[in-house]
């Protein structure tokens, strides 16, 4: 492993066999074809002489080795028979319910786990006691090329730049380079019909006076008076539009029954709830929370408050949800309800500012 | 001639007549690979990517990556009769019908887990090693690369069965996108197909979950190692080890051994984890439903950091002529992160620059002879684990019995002043060793033995340092570079001109800081002085009575002092 070997080469740099005739010769400091020829470029410390015995044939402690071997053959072997077990629980037991999985699950991991495991535990005995301890240097040539090297590497890019004449010839570089950017830049219109124009439709939801407001799940309308003990906070969703997972995006709502006096009136100096788009002290905010859009789900009757459970940001109920505490920067809008002529919960009006997260254009 | 012998050399004549194999392939046979047990934290996350690309071929054999509406049939009863996407009924499907399918996704999901924390503490490993260094750079940004991929890779891989917590994943990635100025909306819709959730999401992710990040993982993965085979692993200090050798055992057979037994023993971890430790049980969590969430809602630990920066943010917007500028949610989302992959990717040619070393680097340093980076390490750490600790405030408040807003606020606080306090107590810390290692260097490793001298005096009997241990005790240190000379040699001496500018006294004051170091003063190598290394700065005359005592032993007695 000598770094002066360049003499052993089979083809000596700088004189080619007189017999063969060759291609074009070499430039002088690039390397020699077989080198340039191995891949990973590790070649040059390997001389092609016979070398001298680098490892030891045997184990640092032969009779430690033996009683070694008898373990790691007993892992390797261990590991074959969790293989079997491991195809034996795959045939034998059933899935298709909660515990079956769970039962299967578990013998399928564990003898997976003994398969691999006991060959790694193995594998390392082996290198551990049975293979001799050796510690190599191998030498580190400095990573850059000779001067005379990067000189050729020079001359070479530079002949082939002359030769293409793309230095030389501005008119066709720079048509080139127009033609590339033209390549580049084409394509990207395709991408145009992923998705639709924003538009003004985040603006907006589905609801719209008149439409009722169904509680969410049961999917049933639902009147004042169903709903009259304060503090009960109920999700509320459009008539309609319960199935519809791209409406609720936008038109999930809750509504909040307080008691009289509880509601702070909004008031041109201090935010608050709009009661005239509150029907009995019920009163309707979106569910999509101003930050980046989570569902507004939890509420704390004794403080009024309304908890993000994903970043925290916090509204007060009685004050138009107004924030709090937390990432949020606007309060959750506040829907306008009225009820119908049979008496049920019904929006007035869509949302009058936009719900959910704020976007460049929402102003 | 033995059988092996034969054996090989019949195949071999085959293989090398065809191939011209005996020198290039005997060389890669003989290659020397350095041990030390910090260079298999890359190992983990290359086998577990392996395991990766497994696991989750098998999983694509049964995913339906659709956002069709259907009703469940399966076997799993408390979701029977309700309306799923087909991407969730197939992944209930993948969990309770098909035998192992469960195993293989829980196998997938903590190598997913296992992969993004095996690269982060890799990465730290080259960090506070400075195996960044000249000439690794390339690699260097190739893992913050790889590392960015994983997160994205994870995020999109946990969004796809679509299950409530994923979709609630999905929906803040959203929230985020249309935060961005100018382009967002119109981003989040051509991601989205439309509005939120429409139903197009879970497709494009598969795609990209399945084909185009792990391609570009495969090929900078298989570029990263590459350079690590082509410029030759670095090694930590010891013995015989120098910038000019490679220290430590062939490739073939030890190497290959050893790491075809990790790979295995990786493979049984993540078995054990998966069949004892449950991850992800998407069927507890219902299908997804844009006005339904969970309390406690988390992220996988990779993107905690993220999720923390969302949660610490002050309540900043804007709205400026018609258009809305949500800083609370778009500056926690670029700008952590930001700072430190940009940081990172800097901080090779920012080091090289202010200490001005532009040499190769094929030893490691160890963490405290390099002070003041691992004290921006540890500094960024801190940054990053506070924001990592407040994406699960909620999860912490309940487990503590601490008020969730106090909490936050402790955060806010924190994530600015806890990596100053860190900065400062690693320098300190460092430079502590470094004086035990002087100190060890000088007066040698303390026996336990007292003894009376004639003269009733008491004294510790010592022994030298091993010489391998020395060896990695002094290695960085003395053998540091020598490094451009930017301030003046005496108090009077003017200041080289280049050092007047602006950027010339910051320079000084990054080589001051970034050499500061306490010298090694054992025996007479004296490159511990005079080279820009142990700038007196750190051991302030007279504040150390008792070093400058070591370093008075040191140069006058030869080699170690007696051990009496």
């Keep these: ?363 | 001639m033995t059988f092996t012998e034969k054996a090989v050399e019949g195949t071999g004549r085959f293989l090398d007549d065809r191939l011209r194999g005996a020198v290039s392939v005997r060389g890669f046979l003989r290659k020397i690979f350095p041990d030390h047990w910090s260079f298999l934290l890359g190992e983990i996350a290359l086998y577990s990517f392996i395991i990766l690309l497994l696991t989750g071929t098998f999983l694509t054999l049964f995913f339906q990556p659709s956002m069709t509406e259907i009703v469940y049939h399966g076997s799993y009863l408390p979701l029977r009769g309700v309306r799923m996407s087909e991407a969730y009924a197939s992944t209930l499907n993948i969990s309770f019908d098909v035998r192992g399918g469960l195993l293989m996704r829980q196998v997938h999901h903590w190598a997913a887990l296992l992969f993004m924390a095996a690269l982060m503490v890799h990465m730290l490993r080259v960090f506070f090693t400075g195996a960044y260094r000249k000439p690794r750079e390339f690699n260097w940004l190739i893992g913050i690369v790889l590392f960015t991929l994983g997160m994205l890779e994870g995020l999109f891989g946990y969004s796809l069965p679509d299950d409530l917590l994923s979709g609630t994943g999905l929906r803040i990635t959203e929230g985020v996108i249309q935060s961005i100025p100018v382009i967002g909306t119109y981003f989040a819709y051509f991601l989205f197909g439309g509005a939120f959730p429409g139903h197009i999401i879970i497709p494009r992710l598969y795609v990209i979950h399945v084909l185009l990040i792990p391609g570009l993982l495969l090929a900078l993965i298989s570029a990263h190692l590459f350079f690590m085979f082509h410029q030759k692993h670095t090694q930590m200090p010891g013995k015989g080890r120098t910038n000019a050798n490679v220290v430590g055992a062939p490739m073939y057979p030890y190497f290959m051994a050893k790491t075809g037994a990790f790979f295995f023993f990786i493979f049984a971890v993540l078995a054990l984890l998966s069949t004892f430790a449950q991850i992800n049980p998407i069927w507890l969590f219902g299908p997804y439903n844009p006005s339904g969430i969970t309390a406690g809602s988390q992220p996988d630990f990779y993107m905690g950091a993220l999720e923390g920066a969302l949660r610490i943010m002050w309540p900043w917007e804007w709205n400026i002529a018609g258009h809305t500028l949500a800083f609370n949610v778009f500056i926690p989302a670029l700008v952590p992160l930001g700072i430190i992959f940009t940081g990172a990717a800097l901080w090779p040619f920012l080091e090289r620059w202010a200490i001005g070393d532009y040499s190769e680097h094929h030893v490691n340093d160890r963490p405290r002879n390099a002070p003041t980076r691992t004290a921006i390490g540890m500094a960024a750490i801190t940054f990053y684990g506070v924001l990592w600790l407040e994406g699960a405030n909620d999860v912490i408040a309940a487990q503590l019995q601490i008020p969730l807003y106090t909490l936050t606020w402790i955060a806010r606080f924190a994530v600015i002043l806890g990596p100053v306090i860190a900065y400062w107590v690693t320098k300190r810390i460092c430079l502590g060793l470094q004086r035990k290692d002087a100190h060890l260097l000088a007066h040698g490793v303390e026996t336990g033995i007292i003894r009376q001298l004639p003269s009733g005096e008491f004294v510790e009997l010592t022994r030298p340092v091993p010489e391998q241990d020395r060896a990695a005790l002094e290695y960085n240190r003395v053998n540091a570079p020598e490094l451009p000379r930017t301030t003046p040699d005496g108090a009077d001496a003017v200041p080289a001109p280049e050092t007047r500018s602006m950027l010339g006294r910051d320079r000084v004051s990054a080589v001051r800081r970034g050499t500061e170091g306490i010298p090694v003063a054992a025996d007479g190598h004296g490159n511990g002085h005079g080279n820009g290394h142990g700038a007196p700065a750190a051991v302030p005359g007279g504040a150390h009575p008792a070093l400058e005592q070591d370093a008075a032993d040191g140069a006058d007695g030869e080699g170690h002092p007696p051990s009496h």
Aim: some cysteine; aromatic content about 8%.
């Design chain 1, 1 to 363: 492993m000598s770094e002066t070997n360049g003499s052993h080469r089979d083809e000596p740099p700088d004189e080619p066999g007189p017999e063969e005739p060759r291609g074009p010769y070499r430039v002088i400091g690039t390397p020699p074809p077989a080198q340039a020829r191995t891949l990973l470029g590790e070649a040059e410390h390997i001389s092609t002489e016979p070398v001298v015995r680098e490892l030891p044939a045997g184990p640092d402690d032969p009779k430690k080795a033996t009683g070694a071997e008898r373990i790691v053959a007993a892992l390797f072997l261990l590991s074959l028979l969790a293989s079997i077990a491991f195809i034996a629980a795959y045939v034998a037991l059933p899935v298709h319910s909660l515990d079956a999985v769970f039962r299967s699950n578990l013998a399928l991991g564990l003898t997976m786990a003994i398969a691999f495991g006991a060959v790694a535990v193995g594998a390392v005995i082996w290198v551990k006691v049975i293979m001799p301890h050796v510690e190599l240097v191998e030498p580190r040539k400095p990573l850059a090329s000779t001067p005379e090297a990067r000189a050729a590497f020079t001359q070479t890019f530079t002949e082939g730049a002359e030769a293409s004449g793309f230095v030389k010839r501005p008119m066709l570089r720079r048509t080139l380079i127009a033609a590339s950017a033209g390549l580049a830049i084409a394509p990207l219109v395709l991408l145009r019909d992923m998705g639709p124009l924003p538009g003004t439709s985040l603006r907006h939801t589905v609801w719209r006076k008149g439409l009722r407001l169904l509680v969410y799940g049961p999917n049933t309308p639902i009147r004042p008076a169903d709903f009259a003990i304060p503090g009960q906070m109920i999700t509320v969703v459009p008539d309609g539009y319960q199935d519809n997972q791209d409406a609720l995006a936008k038109a999930a709502t809750i509504i909040i029954k307080f008691g009289p006096g509880q509601l702070v009136p909004d008031t041109p100096r201090t935010y608050g709830t709009k009661m005239n788009w509150t029907v009995d002290n019920i009163v309707a905010y979106s569910k999509i929370c101003t930050h980046v859009g989570c569902p507004v789900a939890l509420y704390e009757e004794t403080t009024h408050r309304i908890l993000c459970p994903c970043h925290q940001s916090t509204f007060d109920a009685t004050r138009g949800a107004a924030v709090t505490f937390g990432p949020a920067a606007r309060p959750l809008p506040q829907l306008p309800l009225g009820v119908d002529a049979e008496g049920y919960l019904v929006a007035t009006h869509d949302y009058y500012e936009p719900v959910g997260p704020s976007f460049w254009e929402r102003g």
